[in-house]
């Protein structure tokens, strides 16, 4: 199947070099390599039962987004136990460490990536409850 996607230059680029510095034959074969990634990723983070611990990273835009991430925290209070916040110029980098139910940390999650001057947000689950 084909299809065509908007990416920033800088993005695009990026990719390229690491694609070719991997010696992968084609863009078409990183991006289904990267999607396989994503899906597994997705994959694992809803396969999560019970009670979870877990770290979230997440770097954003400080002015486009930080009331709206205020209240995100705030609403996902109960399962956030610390964060630290790290400014990088306009942009800041923050980690949250999770305890809770696992669809409680999930809808974290997607909550901060629903936001797009959030950049990425990546998911480390250290322990769960599995019976």
Not at 5 to 20: G, H, I, M, Y
Not at 41 to 49: G, I, K, N, T, V
Not at 52 to 74: C, F, G, I, P, S
Request: net charge negative; with cysteine; proline share 2%.
């Amino acid at each position: 199947m084909r299809t065509s996607l908007n990416v920033p230059d800088d993005v695009l680029a990026a990719f390229d070099e690491t694609w070719q510095a991997e010696g992968l034959d084609s863009r078409s074969r990183a991006i289904r390599e990267a999607m396989r990634e994503y899906v597994e990723s997705h994959a694992r983070l809803e396969a999560a039962e019970g009670e979870v611990t877990a770290v979230l990273a997440y770097d954003y835009e400080h002015d486009a987004v930080v009331r709206d991430l205020h209240a995100v925290q705030h609403e996902f209070g109960e399962v956030i136990t610390a964060t630290n916040h790290v400014h990088r110029g306009h942009w800041c980098m923050e980690t949250a460490f999770c305890e809770g139910p696992a669809e409680r940390v999930r809808g974290l999650v997607y909550r901060l990536r629903d936001f797009d001057s959030v950049a990425r947000v990546k998911v480390m689950v250290l322990s769960a409850d599995r019976e």
